[in-house]
């Protein structure tokens, strides 16, 4: 019998009941009922609809439909149809349905070719009660009523089938919506199984994610040191490009490839091809026009792997290529994304992951915290070493792990799934050192010498051997041994991360030129210093500031090398005189706040290694030993100049004698006077202005207000001859109290403002805070005393906090030994403490705008 069918584009439905068998054998003699039952029910559904009934076995049917939509309103209509019934015995009838549209041939009363067999395999791969079409099937659907959708299950393969399908599933109300994954062949996939959840990279994924999905990159190389988490990163991509790639992602590992022409026989073997199809021909030929995902992971070692890379983007259109390198394979195109170490909350969760996998007890808790944040911290947060050290918590807590570690590349694990060049981080470190040329392994060893980094002059002083120290960066920074970061005004600053340090501090070690680097690092240091301290009160100070404290960790590390404390064997007297010349530079930068903690330790064995002949170096380090401690020190410093015949040292001696006298008024003039005239004479005009500053004040002791303005005049002169803008405000808030013994308020309070906006150029606080100062004295000239008594209380608690020496009532004790307050104060009687404490309240600024306000008439 002839059966009308329709033609052109089709929708073919096959459907079954799930577990048929268990059915029947739970339901017994009710079977048939519940099988008649069921025809009955679906076969209203396709009548509704306009299906064709093409053949129907037990308990399943093949039906066709015009449309695409008729298809899918059919098998909800059945599948809400069979939900709906009461089904005898209390059985339970679940029927999965798959639906796929396409123009297959017509034989006889039925049709024939794949599109019924991928029909057919669909439906075989779905659940009872669910309903799942291909791609081709929803593209056809239009507006789906009665809140039908779709929900997208990705790409999946299939017995006998070439290409994968992308499959969707029909969703809606009285639709259930949570079933178990499709029993296809599964998405094509052949990735490494990661046994924990990855771990602080949830950015960066959705970064590349986004990259690859939106077409803008067919080429991504994650770079950076060994251990980082290049290939944890590269997995997790191309698995959540998985859904996306019908041709599959492929994990190619390259680590044991020693040739390059032996990348294509690894592709060929991860695409799971035979051993005839594994050169760049067969390879090429199965891609295809494939639409895949190719994880290539450790591509550093090999030189010409960019050739393969490209000849691959270039013969395959669709696909997407993933490298994990130490380096950039420099190609058109390339996408290059540097995997960092992680920061310390992600490190710290990474810790705890691991070491739960061997302590599972383990809790982070307050014994432990601290020592696994500073564990963490020592690791620079690099996964492979804290995995390694969460592997020891299985003997060891966080506290006892830390205790051991004495160097981050001593962490060792000797699990079987771990490269070998993985089982430590030195084997890490090594490998990515030993790929290297052999003068780029020269300048990696030579920068071990220097903490936290340093300049490209640094780079060119002591390690670049004649090379351009761009050039040699860049290698490094390409081969991940190296962080390129920006120093204070923005400059490159290289840096060796601790752990990388650690191993280069080794080879340096072991390749005998230790000496001969260390010393050239310690006279690059010297200059440093001696260009920076040159810059200290000029208009270049803030900056030379910044720089001194930021290498400091460097010069510290080359005194430690030319003085050598507590060594048994003192340094060469070569490097003892660098090591003292260096100290007598540095001074200066020890009078400014917190540069180190006990720079005496340092003199005094800069004195110690001296010995008895005179320099200028021994003069300046005994001055600055003995200042404000030892009279006989400075006195032998000063002793020394004098037959040295060095103006510019014996000034500074006199001016630090000085400060042995201060109750004895005719010897400071006396020493003031002379370290005067030897600064004038030897042109040392910032050493002048300190000591007009000191004369100045005492003059003011003396009761000489116009002298001691006439010598803050001239510092003035100096300061803005040298652009020390710092000092010009301290000598000109100076002259607010002579100004006001004078009786010139109108000056001192024209003055005061001006300063208000010198000190916000210079920015620095205790400048803002010795405002106040002036302030008060002007307030209190002003007869306002109970503001004066409140910019008082702010300026005192300001100056404590700050300087952290003394508390306020001593700050505040020491400014009344000399301050024109006392009316003021017997005015107010009790009321002015009370202001006092009230102005310890308020902020500088707060304070600063009180006292402006009040001073404006």
């Not at 094509?188 to 939106?214: N, Y």
Request: hydrophobic fraction near 45%.
């Amino acid at each position: 019998m002839d059966v009308e069918l329709p033609s052109g584009t089709v929708s073919l439905l096959f459907s079954d009941i799930e577990g048929s068998t268990a059915l029947l054998s739970r339901a017994g003699e009710a079977y048939a009922d519940v099988l008649d039952a069921q025809r009955r029910i679906l076969r209203e559904a396709w009548a509704t609809y306009g299906g064709t009934e093409l053949g129907t076995e037990g308990d399943s049917f093949y039906v066709v439909f015009a449309t695409a939509r008729s298809a899918v309103l059919a098998a909800a209509a059945g599948q809400r149809a069979l939900a709906a019934h009461e089904w005898p015995g209390g059985a339970v009838v679940r029927v999965r349905i798959g639906i796929h549209s396409g123009d297959p041939a017509r034989h006889a009363d039925a049709y024939v070719g794949l599109d019924v067999h991928r029909a057919a395999r669909v439906a075989a791969a779905a659940h009872g009660g669910q309903v799942v079409l291909t791609d081709v099937t929803r593209q056809l659907l239009g507006p789906l009523p009665d809140g039908l959708g779709t929900t997208d299950l990705g790409w999946h393969r299939f017995r006998d089938l070439a290409a994968p399908e992308h499959l969707h599933q029909l969703t809606g109300a009285g639709l259930d919506d949570a079933f178990p994954p499709l029993k296809s062949l599964g998405a094509v996939s052949r990735l490494p199984a990661e046994t924990t959840p990855l771990v602080g990279r949830d950015r960066e994924l959705a970064d590349l994610l986004d990259l690859v999905s939106s077409g803008r990159a067919r080429l991504v190389t994650l770079t950076g040191l060994g251990g980082a988490g290049k290939t944890r990163l590269a997995t997790a991509l191309a698995a959540a490009l998985g859904d996306t790639f019908p041709g599959g992602v492929y994990f190619v590992p390259c680590a044991a490839v020693t040739d390059p022409a032996r990348i294509w026989t690894a592709v060929a073997e991860a695409l799971g091809l035979g051993a005839d199809a594994a050169g760049r021909g067969s390879v090429l030929d199965h891609l295809g026009d494939q639409r895949l995902v190719l994880v290539l992971d450790n591509l550093e070692h090999l030189a010409t792997a960019d050739a393969v890379v490209a000849d691959l983007l270039d013969a395959v259109r669709g696909l997407v290529v993933v490298v994990t390198s130490r380096r950039p394979l420099h190609l058109r195109g390339e996408s290059v994304r540097s995997v960092e170490p992680l920061p310390g909350p992600e490190a710290v969760e990474l810790f705890l992951q691991q070491a739960r996998l061997v302590r599972p007890d383990l809790v982070l808790d307050q014994r432990y915290v601290d020592d696994v944040v500073e564990l963490c911290r020592r690791l620079d947060g690099l996964p492979l070493a804290v995995e390694l050290a969460a592997a020891r918590t299985r003997l060891l807590s966080p506290g006892a792990l830390l205790a051991q570690l004495r160097s981050s590349t001593a962490l060792g694990d000797h699990a079987a799934d771990r490269p070998a060049r993985h089982r430590t981080i030195r084997d890490t470190i090594a490998w990515s050192h030993d790929l290297l040329e052999p003068h780029l392994q020269r300048v990696f060893r030579r920068l071990a010498v220097f903490v936290e980094g340093t300049g490209f002059d640094g780079v060119q002083a002591v390690a670049a051997d004649g090379q351009d120290p761009l050039d040699a960066v860049t290698e490094l920074a390409d081969a991940a041994l190296v962080v390129v970061g920006e120093d204070t005004d923005r400059q490159p600053r290289v840096v060796l991360l601790a752990t990388v340090r650690d191993v280069a501090l080794e080879l340096l070690a072991d390749s005998g030129e230790e000496d001969d680097v260390r010393r050239a690092h310690a006279a690059y240091c010297a200059e440093l210093v001696a260009r920076l301290t040159a810059r200290l009160h000029t208009a270049g100070d803030v900056d030379a500031r910044c720089h001194l404290r930021t290498d400091y960790p460097n010069i510290r590390e080359a005194l430690a090398w030319t003085l050598r404390p507590g060594a048994a064997v003192p340094p060469p007297p070569d490097l003892a005189a660098l090591g003292v010349h260096l100290a007598a530079m540095l001074r200066e930068l020890w009078r400014l706040p917190d540069p180190e903690p006990d720079p005496d330790e340092w003199l005094r064995r800069a004195v110690e290694l001296a010995g008895d002949e005179d320099s200028p170096d021994l003069a300046a380090v005994l001055g600055a030993l003995g200042m404000g401690v030892d009279e006989g020190t400075v006195t032998h410093a000063l002793e020394m100049s004098r037959r040295l015949g060095d103006d510019r040292g014996t000034a500074e001696a006199l001016h630090l004698l000085e400060r042995f006298h201060t109750d004895d008024h005719e010897r400071c003039r006396a020493l003031l006077d002379e370290s005067i005239a030897l600064a004038r004479r030897a042109d040392d005009r910032l050493r002048l202005s300190w000591v007009l500053g000191r004369r100045a004040d005492l003059h003011l002791r003396a009761g000489e207000p116009e002298q001691a303005l006439e010598r803050l005049a001239e510092v003035v002169t100096l300061t803005r001859q040298r652009g020390d803008q710092r000092t010009e405000l301290e000598a000109r808030l100076d002259m607010v109290e002579p100004l006001l013994e004078l009786g010139r308020v109108g000056e001192a309070r024209t003055l005061l403002r001006e300063l208000v906006e010198l000190a916000r150029q210079v920015g620095e606080e205790i400048l803002t805070a010795d405002l106040l100062d002036g302030y008060a004295r002007l307030l209190a000239a002003l007869a306002i005393d109970d503001l004066a008594a409140l910019v008082l209380g702010a300026h005192t608690a300001a100056v404590a906090r700050l300087y952290d020496v003394r508390d306020a009532d001593e700050e505040l004790a020491r400014w009344l030994a000399h301050s024109p307050m006392t009316a003021g104060r017997d005015r107010l009687g009790g009321m002015w403490d009370l202001y006092v404490r009230a102005g310890r309240s308020e902020s500088i600024d707060a304070a600063l705008e009180i006292a402006m306000r009040a001073t404006s008439g």
